[in-house]
C-alpha cells in the first residue's frame, strides 16, 4: 500500500524524503540519544552551526533498515557502535510545505574511552533532561524536551 493511502509518491532527489505531486511528504531521520553514567544527554554543537546545538542524528539511507541507520549514526558521530536500541517515534510538524518528519529515537550509553568526534564538530556537552546546553536546531530541542 502507498504511503498517504492511494496517492503515489515518486523517487525524490533525496531519498530520504518522499514527496507526492500535492506536495505532501515525509522524511524519516534516526536520533541517536547517548546518556552518560549520570543520564546526561549527548549535545553537539558543529562548526557549520555554531549559534545551535544537535543531538546525533542523520537521515536514512535508501533502503537503510531503522537498526543500520542507528548503528551509522553511533559510527558517524562517536566512532563506535554504542549498541542502540530502539526507544521510540516522534514526529515534527511540517514546514509549511506539507512535509512531515517522522523522526525514530535510538538509546545508547556513552562509551568508558571517550570519543572520537566528526571533523565538523565544534564541541560536545552532556546536559541533564530538561536543561538543554543552548538554542537547539529544528527539530532537536522538541526531541530534547520529550526525553526524561
Excluded at 86 to 99: E, I, K, S, T, W
Excluded at 127 to 146: C, L, Q
Aim: proline residues 9%; glycine residues 8%; contains cysteine.
Amino acid at each position: 500500500m502507498p504511503l498517504f493511502g492511494s496517492k503515489k509518491f515518486e523517487a525524490p532527489e533525496q531519498p530520504h524524503h518522499w514527496v507526492n505531486s500535492e506536495g505532501t511528504g515525509l522524511r524519516l531521520q534516526c536520533f541517536l540519544v547517548v546518556r552518560d553514567a549520570d543520564q546526561r544527554i549527548a549535545c553537539v554543537r558543529l562548526k557549520s552551526s555554531p549559534d545551535q546545538w544537535s543531538l546525533p542524528a542523520e537521515s536514512f539511507k535508501p533502503s537503510e533498515h531503522p537498526d543500520d541507520a542507528a548503528r551509522r549514526v553511533g559510527e558517524m558521530w562517536f566512532g563506535s557502535d554504542l549498541k542502540p536500541k530502539l526507544v521510540g517515534f516522534q514526529n515534527y510538524p511540517d514546514d509549511g510545505d506539507q512535509r512531515w518528519y517522522l523522526l525514530f529515537l535510538y538509546e545508547a550509553h556513552a562509551p568508558k574511552g571517550g570519543f572520537k568526534l566528526p571533523e565538523d564538530t565544534a564541541e560536545i556537552a552532556f546536559a541533564p533532561a530538561g536543561k538543554p546546553p543552548g538554542e537547539f536546531a529544528m527539530d532537536h530541542g522538541s526531541v530534547f524536551a520529550s526525553l526524561r
